[in-house]
């Protein structure tokens, strides 16, 4: 029988069904993460119950559940402030007790890189609300990966490490429930365990590290500046991609989970629209969206929970004078609920798709 604790620490190439959650503890082992912290709550508890499968004195990094979720981002940035690789984790809601650290997080110089994974929970499965924190993401200037599966969320996380390795900066890899908890077949890569050098690594000339008044402004232009090279790099890594059709006339863009659902909806369609699958959710890539608005008539934004997307697509159509009519949320239902393959059947039916 395999023990999941062996199968996280297998050196050699292998593929293997698992949840999104397990898939992104086996993403933090081989992308070298020091340190890793988090306060429970659902739809993230099995990421430390496949952290807790690997005993201790053979885990690549320290692990603990800190008193809440902002002591826990403070501890991940502490270690990542040391030169290390951290990872924060916690559920939507929980980035509400974080929020008075994770704000500045985007200000600071992190050397060793910080992730920090979000568990979002449209449907408010085990919620008590629907927060849609890309809201939060975009007041704070942190870029957002959104994986649709658990091969993604593999994926995505080795990618928003060296990310945040390579600008020094935070990144968050927005999970949502069906993706943390979806079962899929994940090709892992190889992982050449190395001695940990925990040599210290702070030093306050590379900061500063507190955001007082003086420093504010060159600060956020740091900040300003991390959010374009987050954009280029979606670009570089390939993250956005189109999937056509060949069709001018309509196009959908969409992101996350709903893809997935778009997907097994249009596999009996006799007219399928192009799709452009976004894989950042912020910053918008520019570039990506207006070539797929310039080339359809008319576009369909597919996302969950609230209208993040399309009011950004709708101004940068209108900043570039395009002609595209961008087709948004219809009705109150369409700000509600899981976009399962149901639900986005029917939000296509009301705008005849």
């Known amino acids: 029988m395999k023990k999941m604790g062996d199968m996280l620490l297998t050196r050699e190439p292998f593929e293997e069904i698992v949840i999104g959650n397990t898939a992104l503890v086996r993403a933090m082992v081989e992308a070298g993460t020091r340190v890793v912290t988090s306060y429970p709550g659902s739809p993230t508890p099995e990421i430390a119950t496949a952290i807790g499968s690997i005993a201790r004195d ?9 008193t809440n979720e902002k002591v826990a981002t403070e501890v991940a940035y502490g270690a990542a402030l040391n030169g290390h690789l951290a990872t924060v984790f916690f559920k939507s809601v929980g980035l509400n007790v974080a929020a008075d650290t994770f704000v500045q997080l985007s200000l600071m110089k992190i050397i060793g890189g910080m992730v920090v994974v979000l568990g979002d ?77 925990d040599t210290p690594r702070f030093d306050p000339a590379n900061g500063p590290y507190i955001p007082l008044t003086t420093q504010d402004f060159p600060m956020k ?12 790099f979606a670009d570089e890594k390939g993250l956005n991609r189109v999937i056509e059709h060949g069709n001018t006339r309509r196009g959908i863009i969409t992101v996350g989970l709903p893809f997935l659902s778009l997907m097994d909806v249009l596999q009996g369609a006799t007219e399928k629209p192009d799709v452009l699958k976004l894989g950042v959710a912020h910053p918008l890539p520019r570039k990506a969206v207006a070539d797929f608005l310039g080339a359809h008539d008319e576009v369909k934004v597919l996302e969950e929970l609230d209208d993040f997307l399309e009011q950004q697509l709708k101004a940068l159509a209108y900043d570039l004078g395009l002609k595209t009519r961008i087709i948004g949320k219809h009705d109150n239902e369409d700000w509600i609920g899981e976009y399962t393959p149901e639900k986005v059947a029917l939000v296509l039916s009301l705008i005849h798709i």
């Open 58 to 66: 053979r885990r690549p990094f320290y692990f603990e559940f800190s």
């Open 221 to 232: 232009q740091r900040a300003l500046e991390n959010l374009a090279a987050a954009e280029a």
């Open 121 to 197: 929970d449209p449907g408010a499965n085990s919620s008590q609300n629907e927060q849609d924190n890309r809201h939060l993401a975009r007041l704070s200037y942190t870029p957002v990966f959104e994986p649709a599966s658990p091969d993604e969320v593999y994926t995505y996380y080795l990618a928003a490490a060296e990310l945040s390795r390579r600008r020094q900066m935070p990144v968050i890899l927005r999970l949502t429930t069906h993706v943390c908890h979806a079962k899929q077949k994940v090709a892992f890569g190889q992982w050449a365990p190395t001695e940990p050098d």
